[in-house]
């Protein structure tokens, strides 16, 4: 997972491990081999051909102002027909839900969607009809990340889905900084804790702190995301992190 980072990337072409660089110097004036090097994922190349046919102001048709051209959303979880959509941005998450994905399976309510995968946040139906464009999930606060989009349904515990996450990111941290290295084994800690036998006085705090620490001074995108989903559940279910008084 760590070599989806850039400059980790770099490292583990070069034959080294896979970590990440400390930035500055940035990719485009040190990357690849100490050469200035740009790096764009595949979903970003595959548009060129697009555009190159279209023209730019013809490409600019497709999607919003801001927001222009098609998108891959990646739709998974207790939805009826899972799948990789491309849609033009500016769509609402109701339209890709269900008209497209046939709805939450079996036609049970909706808990809980996470946008942007592990490293997203979690929002209820209150944001069913959001705009799928950055301008608009930004002001959602939601983000866009690579496109994927996890459907929850009311049986789902999300005690469990934030252990699940949280496991995920001790495991894939590489170990190079301490807040990331430490953090997420401590997240990882307190919410199997939370999942198995509840919380703890002053476990909200703990992890309040842990993910703050991790989203400030850790070096690489993993470790300044690990906490994201955790946060966002923690403003949206505060009740599963607080003892009862």
């Excluded at 990337?9 to 050469?35: C, D, N």
């Excluded at 702190?209 to 850790?218: E, H, Q, R, V, Y």
Aim: aromatic content about 8%.
């Amino acid at each position: 997972y760590i070599c989806g980072e850039e400059t980790a990337l770099f490292e583990s072409i070069e034959g080294k491990r896979g970590m990440p660089r400390l930035k500055p110097p940035f990719p485009t004036t040190a990357g690849l081999f100490g050469k200035p090097t740009v790096i764009n994922n595949v979903e970003t190349l595959c548009n060129v051909p697009l555009i190159l046919t279209l023209g730019s102001a013809g490409y600019r048709q497709i999607g919003t102002e801001k927001s222009p051209g098609p998108k891959l959303f990646c739709l998974s979880g207790d939805v009826t027909r899972p799948g990789l959509y491309e849609v033009p941005f500016g769509v609402t998450f109701r339209e890709l839900l269900e008209d497209l994905a046939g709805g939450v399976r079996g036609g049970r309510p909706l808990q809980a969607v996470l946008f942007g995968g592990a490293a997203g946040a979690f929002t209820t139906a209150k944001d069913l009809d959001v705009r799928l464009t950055f301008e608009d999930l930004r002001a959602a606060g939601l983000p866009l990340g690579s496109g994927v989009i996890t459907v929850f349904d009311d049986t789902r515990d999300l005690r469990d889905v934030l252990f699940r996450l949280a496991r995920f990111f001790a495991e894939e941290s590489c170990g190079k900084c301490y807040p990331c290295q430490t953090g997420t084994r401590r997240q990882e800690e307190i919410i199997q804790r939370i999942a198995n036998s509840g919380p703890l006085p002053q476990d909200w705090e703990r992890l309040q702190d842990i993910g703050w620490t991790m989203t400030d001074a850790s070096i690489c995108g993993l470790g300044q995301t690990a906490a994201s989903a955790v946060l966002s559940a923690m403003r949206l279910w505060p009740q599963l992190f607080k003892t009862v008084s």
